[in-house]
């Protein structure tokens, strides 16, 4: 398998970063739910956000080394004789996905920078405890720590659909149409 995409399919890298943010991604959404629904507990609620945060950073830099591979890359071409409705949806829910994919990973960040109570208990906002991100909010500023924490909880349920439509999508695809949609990003051509 070619690293690049092809006319056909895409190449390894392309797959390699998509399957590894999925995977992310699906962690990121499983654990900001876990850790501010059921864990009552706030020393290990804020050991989990501190761990949100870190893959949060992972994410983001996942996104932009994919839009950088993406830009550098043509990508795997629509089937043939798709209506044009599912190629318009498509490209919509596509675009969705890259969309939430970065707004996620900044509002998380600008909720936490923002923070008046990160501020006045000494808190960093730390990637894997090796670096801190800027906080270009000092001191914390509520109303954009409680601005971008309503973006952050609402671009998390939209993606959660979207992801949801983009799976349905997917195994649709592969075993009612039987076509190679899921195969050109997994294991085919």
Known sequence: ???????????????????????????????????????PDLLRQFQLVQLHKSWGFVVFALALARIAWRLGNRAAPGLPGAPPWQVRASHVSHLLLYLLIFVLPLSGWATSAASPVQDMLGIENMVFGVFAMPDPWVPGVKVVADGAARVHFFAGLLLAAVLAVHMAAALQHHFVKRDDVLARMTWGR
């Open 1 to 39: 398998m070619a690293a690049s995409n092809t006319a056909r399919s895409w190449g390894w890298v392309a797959r390699a970063i998509h399957w590894i943010m999925a995977l992310l991604i699906l962690f990121q959404l499983g654990l900001g739910v876990w850790m501010t629904n059921f864990v």
